[in-house]
């Protein structure tokens, strides 16, 4: 796989943006922008226009499920995957109501997030 596109980490945990953007490169050579919170995420979508955004359910400010409903109130057709460390059903059913695109929990071996990832990349950027 040869992602080029521009993907935006929305997470307020730096080490996690950091694990997710090492993981994310496996995708290819994409463009990586960081968030730190709901409300920066929302600013940076609205400028850069990424072409997928992974974006964490807990954050302060805004969470991700309020940052989630501006990001498809802004593009309905944005492709955004959720992540969490905890993940109910009722919160994974509601994201992916709201337009979400996966979910992946971000304990999840490396490996097997790159290979979401992958999918999605596949089903909802690169089909006709």
Do not use: W
């Not at 995420?41 to 309020?66: C, H, R, S």
């Not at 990001?71 to 969490?84: E, G, Q, R, S, Y």
């Amino acid at each position: 796989m040869s992602f080029t596109g521009k993907i935006l980490i929305i997470d307020d945990e730096p080490h996690v943006r950091k694990f997710v953007g090492h993981v994310a490169r496996g995708l290819g050579a994409p463009v990586i922008v960081e968030a730190a919170n709901g409300e920066e995420g929302l600013t940076k979508f609205i400028a850069e226009a990424p072409d997928l955004t992974l974006l964490d359910v807990n954050m302060p400010l805004m969470d991700g499920v309020q940052t989630l409903a501006a990001i498809m109130l802004k593009d309905p057709d944005a492709v955004v995957v959720m992540l969490t460390s905890i993940a109910s059903r009722q919160m994974v059913e509601q994201c992916l109501q709201q337009g979400a695109s996966a979910y992946v929990r971000k304990d999840t071996p490396k490996e097997t997030i790159l290979d979401e990832l992958k999918a999605v990349v596949r089903e909802c950027l690169e089909s006709p």
